[in-house]
């Protein structure tokens, strides 16, 4: 799993009720910090962790589903 190093737009940050850029590149540094993402060198972040990976696969987490568009 893999997240760009472009901040997402605002649409995309809607969709996928997202906080703003800034807030999301702290969470992305915060991951990288505690060992459980790292960035590639195309400035890419994957998941480091083989264990949230799978957790992530495996669970239906309501709130990572994109919003109904109007």
């Known amino acids: 799993m893999s997240v760009s190093n472009m901040a997402p737009s605002s649409d995309y940050r809607r969709r996928y009720r997202l906080p703003t850029a800034s807030r999301v ?3 992305l540094e915060a991951l990288v910090k505690d060992e459980l993402a790292s960035r590639d060198g195309k400035g890419e ?3 480091a962790e083989p264990f949230l990976t799978e957790w992530i696969r495996r669970n239906d987490v ?5 919003s109904p568009r109007p």
């Open 25 to 27: 590149q702290r969470a």
């Open 45 to 47: 972040y994957r998941i």
């Open 62 to 66: 309501e709130d990572m589903r994109p």
